[in-house]
Structures are given as C-alpha cells and as structure tokens.
C-alpha cells in the first residue's frame, strides 16, 4: 500500500495540515502538488488517497476540478481534507467527494480544519495550534482502524461511505475580487508567473495579474523572494471590516467517519 497526498495549498496552510496528517502513516508516501502544471498518478486499488484543498468562497478552487477529471482513481480509498480559513467552509467538501467519486474513487471519510485565513492572516492566526494537531493526529489514526476494518471484514465500500455537508447544486462560486500587484522592488525573477496556478501572471507585466483570470490564492505573494508583491492596503482593510463578525469567533475543525 502507498499513501498518495495530493494538495492544492497557495500559501502552506493547506500542506501544514496535510503534513500533521500523514506524519502518522507508516508507509511509502508520494506528495503531489495539485498546483503544478502537470503531474500523474496509476494508483492500485489498495492505495490510498489523503486529498487535501483549500475552500474558496465554500467551493473546491475550480481550476483543480478538470485536473482530478484526468484522474483515474481505480477504485483506490480516499480521505478527503478542505481547509478554511476560520469562516465557513459550505459545499467545498461535498463537492470534492461528488468530483473525486466521478474519477474512480473511493471516498472513506474527511474533514474540514482551520487555518490561517491566505487573505487575511489575522484570522485563524495561529491555526492549527496543539489542539488542532491532536485531533487531526486522531483522525489520521481514525482512518487507518476504518480503512483495516473495511479490508478484515471484507464489506462493501458502500458499507463506509460518508455523508458530509452541504448543498446540491452548489452554491454561487465567487471569490474575494483581491488581486495583488507588485510595487518597484520587483525585480523581475518570474517565478510568480512560472507559478501561478491559473497562468494570470503574464511574463511580460509581471508587476501586474489578469484580473479576470486572478483566483485570489495568494500563492505569488507568499511565493515572491523580496516581497515585492502585495495587496492593496485599503481594499485589504475594507475587506477585513466586512469579514470581522463571521471571523473573529474560533471556528472547530469538523471530522466525518462512518462508525466513529
């Protein structure tokens, strides 16, 4: 059996939690960054998945869905994470189990967990902290006993599955219209266009993105080795006034197994 980690994660926060996750498997394990222009997977039907993105605006980062409809799951176990940054995050992991599923999946459980907000880091700030860790470790050992107990018993996968929540159809997708730019300390590198998982950084004005195209993931500012981009100040104070009430309150990490 391999462990498989796939994650989508701009900024780390998505990684850190994928990282707290497999740190308690005791198998081969291949990480895979969704992010990347290219990447392949032939998994056995004894492997297993930890599938970990974050949520933008309560959905799955729709860049990522015709990337897992190139997938072929061959019947191999999936764990399914999203991570949120201390908001909500809505249909985001019903709709990650609904695209998985239809590229040969099995899904056997998930969970949602928190972590620093990409946007604005004062909320969540901190996130995962120990208790965080302790009971995504405990997940992690959850879904080993499950996935043992599905092989021993010799059940149907059926008999595993998991219901999580959320709507059908999906709520609206939409994103915060942030979009960063980068003042004359840029020098020029490229490695924010190089990077950029929806290719809104043209070469060619690389001080500036394509709005239009721009995901708000924040992945060219955390990426930027003299941070020279960044987010303008008043548009990001406006945007954390309107955020501050749904927020500010900790919000839990959320674990859905069958038969725990």
Not at 110 to 120: C, K, L, Q, W
Not at 145 to 156: E, P, T
Not at 157 to 162: K, L, M, Q
């Amino acid at each position: 059996m391999k462990l498989y980690a796939l994650y989508c994660s701009p900024t780390g926060g998505t990684k850190h939690i994928l990282d707290i996750l497999c740190s308690e498997w005791d198998c081969e394990k291949i990480f895979l960054n969704l992010c990347e222009k290219d990447f392949s997977v032939s998994p056995e039907s004894t492997d297993v998945f930890i599938i970990a993105v974050p949520s933008f605006g309560g959905r799955v980062p729709q860049f990522l869905i015709p990337k897992f409809s190139r997938l072929h799951g061959n019947n191999a176990k999936a764990i399914l994470i999203t991570v949120y940054g201390n908001r909500a995050y809505e249909d985001t992991l019903i709709e990650l189990k609904d695209t998985v599923e239809s590229a040969g999946f099995l899904c056997f459980g998930g969970a949602a967990a928190v972590a620093r907000h990409s946007i604005m880091p004062k909320y969540g700030s901190g996130r995962p902290d120990k208790k965080d860790m302790d009971e995504l470790k405990r997940f992690s050992r959850q879904c080993q006993d499950m996935i043992k107990k599905s092989s021993i018993s010799g059940n149907s996968p059926a008999s595993f599955s998991t219901a999580f929540p959320g709507n059908r159809p999906y709520r609206p997708y939409a994103v915060l219209p942030i979009h960063p730019a980068a003042d004359k300390t840029c020098t020029g590198c490229g490695l924010c266009a190089e990077k950029c998982p929806v290719g809104a950084i043209r070469p060619d004005n690389l001080r500036k993105c394509v709005k239009t195209a721009c995901i708000s993931c924040m992945q060219c500012i955390s990426l930027c080795p003299v941070k020279a981009r960044s987010i303008n100040a008043a548009v990001l104070k406006a945007a954390e006034l309107k955020l501050k009430k749904t927020c500010s309150e900790r919000k839990p990490n959320e674990f859905f197994l069958p038969g725990f």
